[in-house]
């Protein structure tokens, strides 16, 4: 499908919200390219024609070709490198400054926040008097739930040293949960990222981030979508602030002309006075 009959084909789903369809079409098209094949096999359904002639049908169907789009997964300290990074080179010096302000953006279930918090909370110990507040979001209440549970499988943990994994989780059955003082220095809240009103969580109230972390999220968006969410975070970076994305999505930022890369890895700086290429 090209962008115009995706989008056609998203709003043709008469069984969604208005918003839903709008969530839809503004997802890059071979991630619903993907999550439709996969809908197909489970439908036993050949071509991805007959697949959209059966969705446009099914009400039940559209509903769950909607929430496959946001089946999110993740684990903790996914990219070790961009991690080693924030630990070794960037949060050091932030924190000698003061508090911080950190916001998770797409956040999943929580593993990438709760990596960031554990980051926070071990150089935090080293340079006493200082903390961060740590705002994590994601678009689906679902997933907001599931992370403020706090409790996940054994697989997301194999980029995590052993000695960070005994400290910060306990067994529960076959899942290990994260203790409930680590948990405690998120605040979770759901957030549509393309929200025309607010450009950030409300509950931040204005913004001011010292760190966006918004890894694995924008290569799921169509460039427009793209391009409107890095305006957002340009807005309430603060003035020195970084983004981190994932190393997969470094051209989409550098393609928007809004940012700059500031070392070997996937963190940028705003910059100043540049106009968004088109």
Not at 33 to 48: E, G, K
Not at 101 to 122: D, H, K, N, P
Request: glycine share 6%.
């Amino acid at each position: 499908m090209n962008e115009r009959e995706q989008t056609d084909f998203c709003f043709m789903l008469s069984a969604l919200t208005e918003q839903k369809r709008r969530f839809l079409s503004q997802f890059a098209g071979n991630h619903l390219h993907a999550v439709s094949l996969d809908r197909m096999s489970a439908c036993r359904i050949s071509t991805l024609e007959a697949y959209q002639e059966f969705c446009i049908a099914s009400p039940e169907e559209q509903e769950l070709l909607f929430g496959a789009c946001f089946n999110s997964t993740s684990e903790f300290f996914r990219d070790r490198w961009t991690f080693s990074l924030l630990e070794r080179t960037f949060l050091p010096p932030m924190l000698a400054r003061g508090v911080l302000r950190i916001w998770c953006a797409g956040c999943a279930a929580g593993q990438e926040a709760l990596s960031l918090a554990i980051l926070v909370e071990e150089l935090s110990s080293i340079s006493a008097g200082t903390s961060a507040t740590i705002f994590a979001t994601d678009l689906g209440p679902e997933q907001t739930l599931k992370a403020l549970d706090g409790r996940y499988p054994r697989s997301q943990f194999r980029h995590m040293t052993i000695e960070r994994m005994e400290r910060w989780f306990f067994p529960d059955g076959d899942e290990l949960q994260a203790h409930e003082e680590l948990r405690a220095k998120l605040r979770y809240t759901t957030h549509d990222l393309l929200d025309d009103l607010a450009f950030c969580p409300p509950d931040s109230i204005f913004g001011n981030f010292n760190i966006i972390s918004c890894m694995n999220v924008l290569l799921y968006y169509n460039h427009n979508a793209q391009v409107r969410i890095l305006q957002n975070f340009r807005r309430t970076l603060a003035v020195d602030g970084l983004l981190v994305v994932a190393p997969s999505e470094v051209g989409i930022v550098n393609r928007s002309g809004l940012f700059a890369n500031v070392c070997d890895g996937p963190i940028f700086q705003v910059i100043p006075g540049e106009r968004c290429r088109k």
